[in-house]
Each structure stands twice: as structure tokens, then as C-alpha cells.
């Protein structure tokens, strides 16, 4: 089955600076990858997501970029706000599997 | 729409007891996704349904865990008997296309 690691388990930046999160699978027929960021007491909430046939897909702060060769993938933010505080999960899926196997998260803190 | 529903929002438990979760997906929605998060696990699907139907169900832990999903609105998720290895926060997650929206998740507590 899929397997996805995640790194790093903590960050922490300065407000206003970049933060990257990355993501390996497995399977190299997974085609869709979106990225959670769950808040405390909350369930995981869909930020941004890219399909195989994309290498690049950006929403305002937010980017996520795919390298299907390596079976790497991606988040950045850029001028990160407190707000941005949050644990962020990647995930990937197989063509014609509605199954999601998610990252083991990764612990953002924007110090002010 | 009010989203993914879940209760109860916490629920503790005695050792051999049993535990029924409630999850409303969103209306309109023919997938429903159960899943368990620990620190030690992180995010674990259980259990999913396709217009109602168990369609994988290999993350289901053991025999103690069941579930189903008598129509599109309502499903349920069962331990008979729990023990304590089964406190987590466990997710209900329902979708139409590729998006998966989550519920707000239902802390179990197992003493």
C-alpha cells in the first residue's frame, strides 16, 4: 500500500518568513495530493491540493509544488502570519481509490 | 450546510464497555470516511463507505470495531468491548468528488 512520510515533525518561524513542509510517497500511481491543516480541536481542513498532471499550483500564500520522477511533493508559505499556526498533514491517493493516506503531520509555529 | 456532524463531541468510557460514534455526512456526499488519530499513529482510515457500501474496511484494528451506514445521512462506528489502547480522536469524513470535508471529531476516552 501508500506509504507518505512527512518532514519536518516541528517548525518553527519568525512571523513574515517562508515555511516548508515536505512530503515523499510511495506509489507511483497516487495522482492526487492535497494538504490539511488541522487547528487545535478541530478536524483537518483542505488548504490546497495538486493532481500529477501538475507541477506547480499556487493560492495567494500558499504553493505546493510536485515532482513526480522523485515522488516528492511540497507545501510553502510565504509570509507567514500567526494565524499559520497549526499541525499540516499531506496526503496521497491512487487513480480510482477514494483511500487518502496522510503524513504523520508536521507542528507549525509562527513566533511573532 | 452545516458540515460533517459528529457526536458526541467527547465521550469517556469504562474498560469493556460499549461505545457507539455518530457521523451525519454532508447531504449530497456518497463517500464516508472513518478515521483514528493518536500522537502515536497519527492519521489511520478505519473504514470507508461508496453510496453506503463498505468498500474497504482493512483499517478496522480487530473484530471489536464495526460499522455501517443503514442510509446517506447517518453512519455509525461501534467498539464492543473498548479497552483502553482505543482512546483517540476519531474523525468522520464524508466527500462528493475529490475534496474530503472532516467533521469536528469525537474524543474517546477509555478507563
Known amino acids: 500500500g501508500e506509504n507518505v512520510e512527512q518532514h519536518p515533525s516541528t517548525l518553527s518561524v519568525q512571523e513574515g518568513d517562508s515555511a516548508v513542509i515536505k512530503c515523499t510517497y510511495s506509489d507511483s500511481a497516487s495522482n492526487y495530493f492535497p494538504w490539511y491543516k488541522q487547528e487545535l480541536g478541530k478536524g483537518p481542513q483542505l488548504i490546497i491540493d495538486?493532481?500529477?498532471?501538475?507541477g506547480e499550483k499556487k493560492d495567494q500564500r500558499i504553493a505546493v509544488t510536485l515532482n513526480k520522477t522523485a515522488k516528492h511533493f511540497s507545501l510553502h508559505i510565504t509570509e507567514t502570519q500567526p494565524e499559520d499556526s497549526a499541525v499540516y498533514f499531506c496526503a496521497a491517493r491512487g487513480f480510482g481509490n477514494e483511500k487518502l493516506t496522510f503524513g504523520t503531520g508536521t507542528r507549525l509555529t509562527i513566533i511573532p | 450546510d452545516a458540515g460533517v456532524i459528529q457526536s458526541p463531541r467527547h465521550e469517556v468510557t469504562e474498560m469493556g464497555q460499549e461505545v457507539t460514534l455518530r457521523c451525519k455526512p454532508i447531504?449530497?456526499?456518497?463517500?464516508l470516511f472513518w478515521y483514528r488519530q493518536t500522537m502515536m499513529r497519527g492519521l489511520e482510515l478505519l473504514i470507508y463507505?461508496?453510496?453506503?457500501?463498505?468498500?474497504?474496511d482493512s483499517g478496522m484494528p480487530e473484530d471489536r470495531f464495526s460499522a455501517k451506514m443503514p442510509n446517506a445521512s447517518f453512519s455509525t462506528l461501534k467498539i464492543q468491548p473498548s479497552e483502553p489502547r482505543d482512546s483517540a480522536v476519531y474523525f468522520c469524513a464524508s466527500s462528493l468528488t475529490s475534496e474530503a470535508f472532516f467533521g469536528q471529531g469525537t474524543r474517546l476516552t477509555v478507563v
Open positions: 463507505f461508496n453510496n453506503n457500501v463498505p468498500i474497504d
Open positions: 447531504s449530497g456526499h456518497n463517500s
Open positions: 495538486i493532481r500529477s498532471n501538475v
